[in-house]
């Protein structure tokens, strides 16, 4: 049996922060509001005419390949699990491959919203798994700042920008993703949405006028859904597996809303050592949330250690991995 390891992980998060503060000076909130009902403290925006999600995808990718001591050439497949790619087409992944001289792969991106990066997981563990595949890229995250409308203060707290990159390898020993519950209901779709700029209503001045090209998020409605999905995924794929509390070694979930990971963790009954939280210092980078404790907390995991990843956002999308910890 072969299992998809990952062996190298690298990230890029912009420099320039937008804080509390700086925030309630554009609108009519307030840090006491977006600590207690959220948990965010700060978010990391990336600046810059035309610097688009590839720029940190590529900077993720050139660390991962500097890391793992791999050369591109040697790379045979890009998946970015993006919302934000720089343009309409071609898809972020081609930029980032172009740009990191990754000559000898196929590149294309999946759109999963917040759960992409479990999304893009799964996809990358099975071109492994089929044993046709040895070197597989998956780039995840988000330039959310390009779509958050600063004027509306009930989405603008929310967001940031961030991109991890993660190297998957075949292994023969029980290491890597071991099993992956994903799903998807429309029922999210009125709920979570960006309109504008697609097929249907392709950018125009009444779209623009009518902030289509915006995040859209019926808060409450998500809320209800997530908190309940993203525990009920994370005790299956636990149960299924055996895992009791005590065999989890971490437990790193989806950074949306720190009263969401609060009650996803107790459902798991883990203590607060177990379960990685850095949504204070980044906000939601969608995609990128996941890798992005991935890489901030590296040099913690031991070879062996269960982890549990979970994930929920738009469509509504959702899921859970289970992933033993390769080095
Ligand atoms: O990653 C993809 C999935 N997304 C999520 O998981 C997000 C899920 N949703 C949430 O995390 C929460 O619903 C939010 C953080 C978006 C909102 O929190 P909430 O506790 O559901 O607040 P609410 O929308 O019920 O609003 C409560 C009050 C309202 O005022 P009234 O009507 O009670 O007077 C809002 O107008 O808070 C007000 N409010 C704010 N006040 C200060 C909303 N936004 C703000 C703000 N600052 N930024």
Not at 33 to 52: A, F, N, P
Not at 56 to 80: C, H, Q, S, W, Y
Not at 83 to 90: A, E, I, Q, R, V
Not at 215 to 230: D, I, L, N, R
């Amino acid at each position: 049996m072969v299992y998809a390891a990952i062996t190298g992980i690298g990230a890029s998060i912009p420099k320039d922060v937008l804080t509390n503060e700086e925030l309630s000076k554009i609108v009519d909130t307030n840090d006491e509001w977006i600590m207690t009902r959220v948990g965010i403290k700060e978010r990391h925006i990336l600046k810059g005419e035309g610097k688009g999600v590839s720029v940190m995808g590529t900077e993720a990718v050139n660390e991962l390949l500097e890391k793992t001591n791999v050369k591109p050439e040697d790379i045979e497949v890009v998946i970015f699990a993006t919302t934000t790619p720089d343009y309409g087409f071609p898809a972020a992944a081609v930029l980032v491959a172009e740009a990191c001289g990754i000559k000898n792969a196929f590149a294309f991106d999946i759109q999963a919203a917040c759960s992409g990066f479990i999304y893009a997981l799964e996809v990358a563990s099975n071109f492994i798994r089929s044993g046709r595949y040895k070197k597989v890229i998956v780039v995840a995250g988000d330039k959310m700042s390009s779509i958050t409308n600063y004027k509306d203060r009930t989405t603008c707290p929310l967001f940031g920008d961030a991109v991890g990159a993660v190297l998957l390898e075949p292994t023969e020993e029980k290491l890597g993703i071991v099993d992956t519950i994903l799903h998807t209901d429309g029922v999210g779709i009125p709920h979570l949405n960006m309109k504008g700029g697609g097929s249907a209503y392709p950018a125009s001045a009444e779209t623009i006028a009518n902030d289509m090209h915006y995040v859209y998020q019926e808060g409450q409605p998500v809320f209800k859904h997530a908190v309940t999905k993203m525990a009920d995924v994370s005790a299956e794929i636990a149960e299924r597996n055996q895992l009791s509390k005590d065999d989890i070694d971490w437990f790193i979930p989806h950074q949306a809303n720190i009263r969401i990971i609060e009650a996803a963790a107790k459902r798991l009954s883990l203590p607060a050592e177990k379960v990685i939280i850095n949504i204070e210092n980044y906000g939601n980078t969608s995609a990128g949330t996941i890798p992005v404790c991935l890489y901030e907390y590296e040099k913690k995991f031991k070879k062996g250690d269960n982890i549990i990843l979970a994930a929920f956002g738009a469509g509504f999308t959702w899921g859970s991995v289970y992933l033993k910890w390769a080095y």
